[in-house]
């Protein structure tokens, strides 16, 4: 059962200087745009696969999903925000609603997921890993 992915940890990094006239520095953060393809295991171990197509402006990501072998969840949109090297948000098609949470390092995305509105799968969680 069960499906991917993909929300919010704030983390802020700025230069702070005494008594420096120079406002801090910009936030430092990944950039998450551009296809991504995971492999997602639910808790009750089921494995599927899908892929994203991401667009980050800024700290918010939107895009669309396509998952393979989940019952729940086929394809949808992707909508979260980017704060640091997290990245948060939430997979939604109709009135299916999946929220994640991933941490990026280079081009690999790690995380976690939970099924907060769909169906027969609501309240299904599991882990992803997902490679561009």
């Known amino acids: 059962m069960r499906h991917v992915f993909l929300g919010c940890v704030a983390a802020l990094l700025g230069a702070c200087g005494g008594n420096s006239s120079t406002p801090p520095g910009p936030s430092a953060g990944v950039d998450v745009s551009g296809a991504w393809n995971a492999t997602w295991t ?3 171990g089921q494995v599927g696969h899908g892929s994203m197509q991401l667009l980050q402006n800024g700290s918010s990501v939107s895009g669309t999903t396509l998952v393979q072998n989940s019952p729940c969840l086929a394809n949808g949109d992707v909508s979260g925000s980017v704060a ?3 990245l ?3 997979m939604t098609a109709g009135g299916t609603s999946i929220t994640f949470d991933s941490t ?3 081009s ?3 995380g976690t997921y939970d099924a ?6 609501t309240g299904d969680t599991g882990t992803f890993v997902a490679t561009r």
């Open 104 to 106: 990026i390092d280079g």
């Open 88 to 90: 948060s948000g939430a």
């Open 108 to 110: 690999q995305m790690s």
């Open 42 to 44: 639910s808790a009750s």
């Open 84 to 86: 640091g090297d997290q």
């Open 116 to 121: 907060v509105s769909a169906g027969a799968c």
